[in-house]
């Protein structure tokens, strides 16, 4: 297999569109990036689109590309996907992105469920390069109920609640005084204690 070189394209960046990201973006990120830029120049190819209104659109990268045209560049190395839809563009971006970073599962889970409608799950655990089961645990974690606790989670605070009970009844029994007068005991703070008034 030989590499695509036509793929290869240098794009003006006013006519790049920055499309749908899985990566969360944050002041600093594009601080150090505007650093790397200006002193390496552009290390990393932009995969690009063709959207339904025939402009170029980042598929993932799309923060290169904002940081490309902040600091002044007029064009930006890109690889050519070609016309993709938007759920192919999202499906795209998951598999390029989650191959390099760990990401925000929130956002992971949005997209999934996003792509659901648009794809089998057979093909999504084939594509996206993450286990079965945590694409499953990624699917459920937007569509829990967060509200109403689970079977377990009532058991757990039951259990919770038992421990406190008896903690509060074994530290009563501690502070009671003991009958012998020569047998340290502990006794609680309370306002009437030497080291409070000070």
């Not at 501690?174 to 006794?187: G, L, M």
Request: with cysteine; aromatic share 10%; hydrophobic share 35%.
């Amino acid at each position: 297999m030989t590499i695509d070189i036509l793929k290869y394209k240098e794009l003006p960046v006013s006519k790049i569109v920055i499309g749908h990201n899985v990566l969360l973006t944050s002041p600093l990120l594009e601080h150090y990036l505007k650093n790397m830029l200006q002193i390496y120049g552009q290390f990393s190819v932009v995969p690009v689109r063709v959207n339904e209104k025939g402009q170029y659109e980042s598929i993932s990268g799309g923060i290169i590309i904002k940081c490309l045209k902040d600091i002044g560049y007029k064009s930006a190395m890109c690889f050519d996907m070609g016309r993709l839809t938007l759920a192919e563009a999202k499906l795209a971006s998951l598999e390029i992105n989650l191959l390099c970073f760990d990401d925000d599962h929130i956002q992971i889970s949005r997209l999934l469920n996003e792509l659901v409608p648009a794809y089998p799950l057979e093909t999504l655990y084939q594509k996206i390069p993450i286990s079965q089961r945590k694409i499953d645990k990624l699917l459920e974690l937007t569509t829990y109920d967060w509200e109403t606790p689970t079977v377990e989670e009532k058991k757990r605070k039951e259990l919770r609640e038992a421990m406190k009970i008896t903690k509060i009844k074994e530290y009563s029994k501690a502070a009671k005084p003991s009958a012998d007068p020569y047998i340290e005991t502990y006794k609680p703070i309370t306002k009437d204690s030497f080291f409070y008034k000070f």
